[in-house]
């Protein structure tokens, strides 16, 4: 009997919404909104019952290696500045390794594009291909004329079902998108290869604007000249 019950639809009783009367007082709360801010609420009041119980049993003796490096600011623990912790040539493989990345990223960027570039194709051009027949003589050439049929215009973009014309415009988006990735990407190259020329040893010094011979956005330095062995 109780599987019959459970088979008939039952009617959904539905919680009444704000009157007009109290429109002005918001949205009205709902139960299962109750639900979620009585938890929360509860949630809280739990975390601030534990760190309660942990200042009040704290061991004033205590102490942890991890005290030397760090220290308490307005009453937040901050970690000492680790500059020192790499030496000079471990920055350089980890600038080294960094520039890979994003060299990597960039040839797959633009392997896609030019993917994406041969699978593309304008539907307003018109098409180059043409049918060749092949004739005996004169006659048989204008038999061939005769029966070849009329020339139908190429199809344009707007004759194309919807479904591929919203693929092809989405391919066309995606194609602008990974260009200004790949310009992006250009420009994080470039910057990190400077950074990283920078690190190498060389007298160097930063050019004026009046020293600069062709026009650049980014800052232009200068080695000075160094006699190999």
Avoid: C
């Amino acid at each position: 009997m109780s599987s019959l019950r459970n088979a008939l639809p039952r009617k959904a009783h539905k919680e009444r919404s704000q009157p007009q009367s109290r429109k002005k007082f918001g949205l009205l709360e709902k139960h299962k909104d109750y639900v979620e801010r009585a938890r929360a609420f509860h949630r809280k009041e739990e975390t601030l019952q534990k760190l309660k119980e942990k200042a009040a049993f704290r061991n004033p003796d205590e102490f942890y290696f991890k005290m030397i490096n760090s220290k308490t600011v307005h009453g937040v623990h901050r970690q000492e500045g680790e500059a020192n912790k790499y030496s000079k040539e471990e920055l350089m493989l980890m600038k080294t390794q960094d520039i890979g990345y994003i060299l990597q990223k960039l040839q797959a960027e633009k392997k896609k594009i030019e993917k994406l570039n041969a699978v593309l194709h304008s539907v307003d051009n018109q098409s180059s291909t043409q049918h060749v027949y092949f004739a005996e003589d004169r006659t048989e050439a204008r038999e061939i004329r005769a029966q070849k049929p009329e020339h139908r215009e190429n199809p344009t973009f707007e004759d194309l079902p919807k479904d591929i014309k919203r693929r092809t415009i989405g391919s066309y988006r995606e194609l602008e998108a990974r260009r200004n990735r790949v310009k992006e990407l250009e420009k994080i190259y470039t910057d990190m290869a400077m950074q990283k020329e920078l690190q190498k040893k060389g007298r160097k010094r930063k050019l004026r604007e009046d020293e600069i011979v062709g026009p650049t956005s980014g800052p232009v330095f200068k080695w000075r000249q160094e006699r190999k062995r």
